[in-house]
């Protein structure tokens, strides 16, 4: 229901968009999330945004430089990735929260998550 595209290589230094299209129900008045997993290490946390946009929440690693946001017309959530590193190499995974009432440290959960997408692979060359 969730699927994660554009992923891709790309040099140090350069930008990348992710996206996460929903289907076969409406994710509008979910909470959406990314996370990332990298060879040999645990998933972590990368971004998240509330319903309406408003809100949106980074780790610490990606702050100021990738941005999250959505459109919920189309059903879709989309990763801007500027200024990528090679420790950005990961599996970058696309997940909806059913509940909105999280506070942003439980966003960051990836417990609180009841749907994910299928993972798109972000390799930074140095």
């Known amino acids: 229901q969730l699927q994660a595209s554009g992923g891709g290589l790309v040099q140090s230094g350069g930008s990348l968009s992710v996206s996460c299209a929903a289907s076969g129900r409406t994710f509008s008045s979910y909470a959406m999330g990314w996370f990332r997993q990298a060879p040999g290490k645990e998933r972590e946390f990368v971004a998240a945004i509330r319903w309406n946009g408003v809100s949106t929440y980074y780790a610490d690693s990606v702050k100021g430089r990738f941005t999250i946001s959505r459109d919920n017309a189309k059903n879709t959530v989309y990763l801007q990735m500027n200024s990528l590193k090679p420790e950005d190499t990961a599996v970058y995974y696309c997940?909806?929260?059913?509940?909105?009432?999280?506070?942003?440290?439980?966003?960051?959960?990836?417990?609180?998550?009841?749907?994910w997408g299928q993972g798109t692979l972000v390799t930074v060359s140095s």
């Open positions: 997940a909806a929260a059913r509940r909105n009432g999280y506070s942003a440290y439980e966003l960051q959960g990836d417990y609180k998550y009841d749907y």
